[in-house]
C-alpha cells in the first residue's frame, strides 16, 4: 500500500481503501499484494486515471469478472487499452459489462449469431478464454465483412449499447491487448517508481508520515513514546536554528535526551 502510494502521489489512506477494494475484487486468483501493486501503478500509468478512477473503472467491470474469472491483468489492459481509444476509466467498466452480459447470457438471435461466426468466449471446459484471445476471435472472425455488415453483427452479439467497445475490440485484435497487458504486467515497477519519486527530502519527510500513520492505526500503544519523541525533535531543531551554534546546540541535546522523558 505504501509503494503504491509513494509511486502514484495519492494518499495513504486512498492508497488503502483502494488497495484494499480490488483484493477483495480479486481475492480467489492467487495475485500477490507486489503483483497487485505492480498492476496497479502500471494500468494508472498507462491509462492517465486517478487510482479512485482506476479503481471504479474496475468496479464497475465486477459481473464481468464474478461471470468469467478475467484477471487483474485482463481487466487493468482493458482499462488502459480503451483509455487509449478516448474511453475514461469508468466508461470502459460500464461499456465492457454490457458488451460480456450480452456474450455470456446472450438471446437466441445473440447465441445464434455466435455460432455461425465461430465466436465463444469459453472453451471446451467452460473457462473463459481471455479477453485477448477473444479479441483475436472477432478480428480474424469478422474480418472478411463489409463495415456494414460487421457494425451490423457486433451489435447483434453485444448490443447497441455495447458496439463501441466492441468495435475497438476488432480493431486491435489479439496484438493490442497483449500489447497492453504486457505493459501493466510488468514487474518490480511500483517499487521502482516509488524509490525514483522519492529519492529527495520531500520523500524521506513522507515516508516518515506514512510510518506515523501506519502506527497510529495500531491505536494509543505507541502515543507515549511518540510524542516523546516529537518533543526531542521540537528541542532539536529549536536549539539549531539558535544563536549558539551547532556544537552548542549539539551539546544542548544530549543533555536533554538524558532526561527522563
Keep these: ?50 487510482l479512485s478512477e482506476f479503481q471504479t473503472g474496475i468496479s464497475r467491470l465486477g459481473p464481468v469478472i464474478a461471470a468469467t474469472g478475467m484477471s487483474f ?76 455488415q460487421r457494425n451490423n453483427t457486433l451489435a447483434t452479439i453485444f448490443g447497441t449499447d455495447a458496439i463501441r467497445s466492441a468495435s475497438i475490440l476488432y480493431e486491435g485484435g489479439a496484438e493490442a491487448i497483449a500489447k497492453w497487458t504486457t505493459e501493466v504486467s510488468e514487474s518490480g515497477e511500483a517499487a521502482r517508481i516509488a524509490a525514483e519519486k522519492t529519492d529527495n527530502l520531500q520523500g524521506d519527510l513522507n515516508r516518515l508520515d506514512n510510518a506515523y500513520k501506519a502506527v497510529i492505526l495500531e491505536g494509543d500503544v505507541f502515543t507515549d513514546m511518540l510524542r516523546g519523541l516529537t518533543k526531542a525533535s521540537q528541542v532539536w531543531l529549536q ?3 539558535g544563536p549558539k551554534g551547532v556544537r552548542a546546540a549539539l551539546e544542548d541535546i544530549v543533555t536533554y535526551l538524558n532526561r527522563d522523558i
Excluded at 460500464?94 to 445464434?112: C, Y
Design 1 to 50: 500500500v505504501v509503494q503504491v502510494s509513494e509511486a502514484t502521489g495519492e494518499s495513504l489512506q486512498q492508497s488503502a481503501d483502494s488497495f484494499g477494494a480490488l483484493n477483495n475484487l480479486f481475492a480467489d486468483t492467487g495475485i500477490s499484494a507486489d503483483q497487485m501493486a505492480d498492476v496497479i501503478v502500471n494500468g494508472m500509468n498507462n491509462s492517465n486515471a486517478s
Design 73 to 148: 491483468e485482463d481487466s487493468a489492459a482493458a482499462i488502459a487499452y480503451f483509455n487509449s481509444k478516448g474511453f475514461s476509466a469508468a466508461e470502459v467498466g460500464t461499456s465492457l459489462t454490457a458488451a460480456f452480459n450480452n456474450l455470456v447470457n446472450p438471446t437466441k438471435e445473440q447465441a445464434a449469431a455466435q455460432k455461425e461466426l465461430g465466436i465463444t468466449a469459453f472453451d471446451a471446459q467452460g473457462q473463459f478464454i481471455g479477453i485477448e484471445k477473444l479479441a483475436g476471435q472477432l478480428q480474424t472472425q469478422l474480418k472478411g465483412l463489409t463495415e456494414e
Design 239 to 241: 536549539v539549531l536554528s
